[in-house]
Every structure is written in C-alpha cells, then in structure tokens.
C-alpha cells in the first residue's frame, strides 16, 4: 500500500487537494493519508509553495490542487 | 514552440476575443438607446451604458490577461526562482526579485515555506524581502481593473511604483543587515530538494492557463461586477468633489492616514478596487488613493502573524515600517506631480 502525504498549513487548497488524495486512495482501494502541517516537517521535503502532495517520500506536485484522477495516477 | 495545431486555435481565439472587443462600445450603445430607450445625456442612461459597456470589457480583458499569466507562470517555479536569485548582488538581485515577484505563482498561504527556502540556500535577505513584497502586491487582476477603468497610465503607474517600492525597502532592508532578526530555527531547518522539474508541453500550459482562469476569474468575477456597478452609480449621480476635502490633494496629511487606515485591512487586490472606483469618482487625490491600496495589498496583520513564525518582532516592525513609509512617498510624489 502506497503512503500519501499532503503538505499545507491549513489553507483552503490544502483542504481541497487533501479531499482530493483522500477520494483517489478510495478509488485505487486504499492508501495510507497523512496530512502534515508542521513547518519543519513541510521545510523537510524542501518544498516552497503549498499544498504539496508527497507520495512514499517524493514531492510529486507543489503549489497545485491535483484533481482525483490525477492523483490516482501516481498511486497505481 | 507550441504545435501547429495549437497556435491556429490560439489565433482563431485571438481574433474572436479582438472582434468581440472591438464592437463591445456600439452594443452598449445600441443597448442603452434602442433597447432600453434612455439617452446618455440623462444620468439614468449614463450609468446604464456604463455598466453595459465596462463590465463585459472588463472581464474579456480579466480573462485574456489572466490565462496569459497562467501560461506564463508555468515558466516560473518557485524553485526556478530561486536559482535566480542565490547569490546575487543586493540591487540588482533586487530588481530581479521584484520582477520575479510578478510572474511567479504565489499565495499569502506560501509565504512562511518560500522565504525558509528562499534564505537557506543563499538568496540575500533583502532579495527575498523585494520578492516578498512584490509577489502580493502588484497582481494581474488588479492591474486588469485599473487599465480598463482608469486607462493605461494609472495601470503603469500602479505597476511603476509598486516594482520602486519593493525595490528599495528590500534594498534598505538588505542595508540594515538584519540577519540576526530572522528566527534561529529557520537557519536549522533542514530543506529537502523539493519537487523535480516539471516538463510541461505546450497542451499542459494552456491548461494552466484555462485552470488560472475558471481559478481566478471564477473568484473575482462578484468583486468586478460591484466595483463596476459602484463606478456607474457614481457616474451618474454623485456629485464630483464629494471627497475632495478630506482625501484631497491639500490635505497633505491624507496620505499617512490612508496608509494607517489600510494596514489592518485586509482584502485581495480585487475587492479593493470598488473602494478605489468610489473614492476616486468624489474626488479623492489619485496618490492617496493607490497609496490606500497598496496599504491594503501589500500590509496586512494576518500576513505579519504568518511571518512572526520565522522572522523575531522587530523585523517585522523594520519591514512594515520601511513598505508603509514607501508607499506614504509613493503618495506624495503622485498628488505632487498628477
């Protein structure tokens, strides 16, 4: 099982892309969510623009809302 | 270079957008007279051909500069950004930065990561200051808004002096070597590599262009019909000069106050401009004007608690004090010269 991690400090796109993760791991039969909101864990993965999705440990996207499909892509 | 295929589509699309913008006068006029039978010599009929003329030329312009800014964001990465900027000399770091500012994507959300990425890998904290001010503060939307309904020069202006003024306080900041002031976890802070390089084709870009706009538009669209309405009313019916006493241009001290006023307001750039269109229509000067504007953009109290994370208070006093007394000169010079 893949593990998703979505990177935000709470704002609304991190909201929407972390619903988005959540139905795409529903969709592939499941994935392990985590939403990380710690500023040293986000600086962690290097990433400068929120929300992020990181997939088993990769920075896959940043700065974007990744639609379900898009998502479920990089689960399979 | 974009495929065949797409530059045809995109001209066809050009010249439709042109056709359309090119007769919008006549409909509004054709509307306002044959339709609804109001002459515009009436104020009725003036607010009326107003509105029917603005607010579809004004959303054609949001839309086509808008989806151009997309595609162009695409270009710009904050980490692309960043490669930019590291190590650069102050001034002209400075004046890349502020540029970089315009046409990098960004959001008040982002601020806290990007200024940690930004001075862990060797982009001087003045730099990073000029990104960080004019990232907000100069937007497309805003300056969509200005250019069609107060024409190119005020549109310039905005853009003109909002670049000198991140300019120069990220400069002045840059000066005072205030290094010591930014939070001592920050320079800790381990940062990852990030995301790898995106390679987008040509189809990619157009959909973030088409994202940026059902993204942006989609957002501002109630904010431009209000401000729209706003500047019809008063152009048919309130009396010029309604404003001019007080926000005028001999009332010297207008400027300081406007930018007080607009620090702990909060608004995006496209919900002030109803604000902008009202004062100004009563006569309020132009410098105290977009003085209040940039006040309201580019200072905020929620932007200055995101930062208190990674910058000790009297940083945050240094960078709020050095924006306000630029945009309070930005102020000045316009009700001077204008």
Known sequence: MKKIQVLGVGCAKCKALAANAEAAARAVGGAQMEKVESLQEIMRFGVMITPALVVDGKVVSAGKVLTVDEISKFLE | MPPLRQVMVGACAAALWLAFYLHLEAAARWLTHTVLRQSTEQPLGAAVFFFTYETPKVLLLLVAVVFVVGIIRSFFTPERTRQLLAGRRELTGGVLAALLGIVTPFCSCSAVPLFIGFVTSGVPLGVTFSFLISAPMINEVALVLLFGLFGWKVAALYVGT?????????????????????????????????????????????????????????????????????????????????????????????????????????????????????????????????????????????????????????????????????????????????
């Open chain 2, 162 to 338: 909002g670049l000198t003024v991140a300019i120069l306080a990220g400069w002045i900041i840059g000066k005072l070597r205030l290094e010591y002031w930014i939070e001592d976890w920050v320079r800790a802070a381990q940062v990852g590599a990030g995301a790898d390089e995106e390679h987008l084709d040509w189809p990619a870009r157009l959909r973030m262009g088409g994202a940026a706009v059902r993204d942006i538009v989609g957002k501002v669209w109630p904010y431009v019909l209000l401000g729209i309405a706003v500047g019809a009313g008063i152009h048919g019916y309130v009396p010029e000069n309604f404003m001019a006493a007080i926000m005028g241009r001999d009332a010297w001290w207008s400027v300081p106050v406007a930018v007080l006023l607009g620090v702990p307001m909060y608004s995006n750039a496209a919900g002030i401009i109803p604000i902008v269109q009202a004062l100004l229509g009563k006569g309020a000067a132009l410098g105290t004007v977009l003085a209040f504007m940039m006040s309201v953009i580019a200072l905020s109290l929620p932007e200055a608690i995101i930062l208190r994370k990674v910058l000790k208070p009297q940083l945050i006093a240094v960078f709020f004090g050095v924006v306000a007394v630029g945009i309070m000169l930005v102020g000045f010079l316009f009700n001077a010269v204008m």
